[in-house]
């Protein structure tokens, strides 16, 4: 929110993405397959989220939704 607002008036967005477990290379190394599953479970969306879901969040922010400005959106499959 403070960059938000030092970017005030230069049209200038800034959000930040907060992704919940996503299915990456670097996430799923050194993990059972009962520990994925464990994770998997745990979002409403009963998956773990593919970098595709991520980054169409990012490209949605980037373009169309240009009237969001200072928020997180929490990219996690309704995780709570």
């Known amino acids: 929110m403070v960059l938000a607002r030092e970017r005030r008036g230069k049209n200038i967005t800034v959000n930040s ?8 290379e ?21 998956r773990l989220g593919q970098p595709e879901d991520i980054a169409k969040t990012v490209a949605h922010l980037a373009g169309p939704a240009r ?7 929490f990219a996690n499959g309704g995780l709570a």
């Open 17 to 24: 993405v907060a992704s919940g477990p996503t299915a990456t």
């Open 26 to 46: 670097l996430f799923l190394d050194g993990k059972s397959e009962q520990a994925i599953q464990n994770l998997s479970s745990t979002p409403l969306l009963e």
């Open 67 to 73: 009237w969001i400005n200072g928020q997180t959106i």
